[in-house]
Nanobody, 126 residues
Framework: QVLLVESGGGLVQAGDSLRLSCITS????????MGWFRQAPGKEREFVAA????????YYGDSVKGRFTISRDNSKNAVYLQMDNLNPEDTAAYSCAAGPPTTWVSKRSQNAWKYWGQGTQVTVSS
C-alpha cells in the first residue's frame, strides 16, 4: 500500500506562483511513475503532468504546458508541481497519483493510475 499526501495549495491571485508537494510513504517513490491531476467543480478530472521513474522524462497537459513544471526527488520520496503564471482557470483540487511503470503508456487516463492522494485545493482569483 502506498500513501500519498499533498500540500502547498492555497488562494493566490492571477499571475502568481505556487509549488505543490506530494510525499509518498509505504514504498519508495522511485518504483512508481508519478503524476498530477486536477478537478474543478462540475468538471471531469484532468491530466496535468507526469514524470518518469528517474525523473528524466516529463509530460504535460496542453492547458499547463509552458507554465507548470513537474519534478521529483526520490531521496525524499517526493514529487513537486511548480505552477507559474496561474490564472482563474487553474482553480481546482489537485491530486497526486502514482502507478507502476506501465502507467506511462496511458498516463493521460486516470484509470491508468493505481494510487491517489486526497488532494489540495488551489484557488486563483482574478
Amino acid at each position: 500500500q502506498v500513501l500519498l499526501v499533498e500540500s502547498g495549495g492555497g488562494l493566490v491571485q492571477a499571475g502568481d506562483s505556487l509549488r505543490l508537494s506530494c510525499i509518498t510513504s509505504g514504498r519508495t517513490s522511485s518504483a512508481y511513475v508519478m503524476g498530477w491531476f486536477r478537478q474543478a467543480p462540475g468538471k471531469e478530472r484532468e491530466f496535468v503532468a507526469a514524470i518518469s521513474l528517474n525523473g528524466t522524462t516529463t509530460y504535460y497537459g496542453d492547458s499547463v504546458k509552458g507554465r507548470f513544471t513537474i519534478s521529483r526527488d526520490n531521496s525524499k520520496n517526493a514529487v513537486y508541481l511548480q505552477m507559474d503564471n496561474l490564472n482563474p482557470e487553474d482553480t481546482a483540487a489537485y491530486s497526486c497519483a502514482a502507478g507502476p511503470p506501465t502507467t506511462w503508456v496511458s498516463k493521460r487516463s486516470q484509470n491508468a493510475w493505481k494510487y491517489w492522494g486526497q488532494g489540495t485545493q488551489v484557488t486563483v482569483s482574478s
